[in-house]
Antibody, heavy 116, light 111 residues
Framework: QITLKESGPTLVKPTQTLTLTCTFS??????????VGWIRQPPGKALEWLAL???????RFSPSLKSRLTLTKDTSKNQVFLTMTNMDPVDTATYYC????????WGQGTLVTVSS | QSALTQPPSASGSPGQSVAISCTGS?????????VSWYQQYPGKAPKLIIY???KRPSGVPDRFSGSKSGNTASLTVSGLQAEDEADYYC???????????FGGGTKLTVL
């Protein structure tokens, strides 16, 4: 059974750095072809792809957010970490992690609010 | 990075068929057979219902089908049921520099 779960702060202040953790089970990020991606959804708005890390540590980032994003993984703990710098109120959204590259399975999402 | 274009809304009566379009360009939808569709209920995470244009994951009813012509992909829901009322998002691979692009979403209403 494949599961993913996002964790991290629910509230961050403008200009702060956000770090989210995706903890997964039921698959291995050492398996060829496997990746974990991050997608966000502002309240009432559409999905937006952010980033994806592959089993071989290859990484892909949204061109519009590339300068603010960092992705790392800890395969021994089945975790992926997303860091986003210089947070702004427009970054308020539910952040999802998902099994890539097709995004077959999704976590429940975590709502991050950016406010002073 | 431009989002793929979907109609904001679509509707149909139970038993009818409805098609939802997803328009991109030759550098995403038209250039690759990596179009996916996701179903999302309010307050829930999206669920993959179509991948690689027309393939269904295990457990997805065959009432859901996908196709593509040129730069436009389509999701068709046949034999509409009340439970199909949800938001639907398309997504496409956009090359190495634009790995995944999502559409703006379509709210499907079952009348």
């Amino acid at each position: 059974q494949i599961t993913l779960k996002e964790s991290g702060p629910t509230l961050v202040k403008p200009t702060q750095t956000l770090t989210l953790t995706c903890t997964f089970s039921g698959f291995s990020l050492t398996t060829s072809g496997v990746g974990v991606g991050w997608i966000r959804q502002p309240p009432g708005k559409a999905l937006e792809w952010l980033a994806l890390i592959y089993w071989d540590d290859d990484k892909r980032f949204s061109p519009s957010l590339k300068s603010r994003l960092t992705l790392t993984k800890d395969t021994s703990k089945n975790q992926v970490f997303l860091t986003m710098t210089n947070m702004d109120p427009v970054d308020t959204a539910t952040y999802y992690c998902s099994l890539g590259p097709t995004f077959d399975f999704w976590g429940q999402g975590t709502l991050v609010t950016v406010s002073s | 990075q431009s989002a793929l274009t979907q109609p904001p809304s679509a509707s149909g009566s139970p038993g009818q068929s409805v098609a939802i379009s997803c328009t991109g360009s030759s550098t995403d939808v038209g250039g690759y057979n990596y179009v996916s569709w996701y179903q999302q209920y309010p307050g829930k995470a999206p669920k993959l219902i179509i991948y690689e244009v027309n393939k269904r994951p295990s457990g997805v009813p065959d009432r859901f089908s996908g196709s593509k012509s040129g730069n436009t992909a389509s999701l068709t829901v046949s034999g509409l049921q009340a439970e199909d009322e949800a938001d639907y998002y398309c997504s496409s691979y956009g090359g190495n520099d634009n790995f995944r692009i999502f559409g703006g979403g379509t709210k499907l209403t079952v009348l």
